[in-house]
């Protein structure tokens, strides 16, 4: 299974996510000034399920299916990220209806976005559940897609590898580039679709 670490497309794409990620969940991750309690009352276990969840909910939105895999489980000093890679081709042509089909599934679950990158060549949707939980879509290199949830404070534990198996090989590092094709997301021809807007109030 997989071991704890950070694909070179969240990497590539840090710049991307550095705003991004201040305004989706940061905040979710500060303890209480005066220490590091957690601002949640489950464990690290149980705070990677629930990211778990989230993304299985995504990915099953996402019609017609895409492939993904694992790309890693961290933690820190009270928080967990789990995430996951799209290893199908989404062309440029079919990129604004895929986000915007994410996008659009985020906000029916309720979840408030934070934030949306319009880059054309790397654009990224960050977005915030209820409880504290930010979730976010980034587009890398080659225009694959990452997934990754990020858990508010919560209490330490151990935390088993993700119980949901991939729907494709479950590579270990390195992942290669996006190498399943797919008639609808791959397909160059355009069509219409609704792109990621911009969450009220932003530019």
């Known amino acids: 299974m997989k071991k704890a670490w950070v694909t070179p497309l969240i990497l590539a794409s840090s710049v991307i996510m550095l705003v991004g990620c201040n305004a989706a969940s940061s905040a979710s991750k500060q303890a209480p000034e005066g220490g ?6 489950i464990t690290m276990q149980q705070a990677g399920e629930r990211a778990d969840s989230m993304l299985d909910a995504t990915l099953k939105a996402i019609k017609p299916e895409v492939n993904w895999t694992h790309s890693g489980t961290s933690k820190g000093s009270c928080d967990v990220s789990r995430s996951r890679t799209v290893m199908t081709i989404i062309s440029k042509e079919r990129r604004g209806n895929f986000l915007g089909v994410v996008q659009r599934f985020w906000e029916k679950s309720g979840y408030v976005i934070k934030s949306v990158n319009k880059s054309e060549k790397f654009p990224a949707i960050f977005a915030q559940s209820p409880d504290g939980f930010g979730i976010s879509l ?3 290199g080659a225009g694959q897609v990452a997934f990754e949830v990020d858990s508010p404070c ?6 088993a590898e993700p119980a949901t198996p991939a729907n ?9 580039r996006p190498n ?12 219409s ?10 530019g």
């Open 193 to 202: 679709s609704a792109s990621p807007t911009t969450p009220t109030g932003e």
């Open 168 to 176: 494709g090989p479950d590579y270990d590092y390195p992942i290669p």
């Open 180 to 191: 399943v094709h797919s008639d609808f997301w791959s397909s160059t021809s355009p069509i």
């Open 138 to 140: 980034v587009v890398g």
């Open 154 to 159: 919560v209490k330490p534990s151990e935390v």
């Open 36 to 41: 590091r309690e957690a601002v949640m009352n």
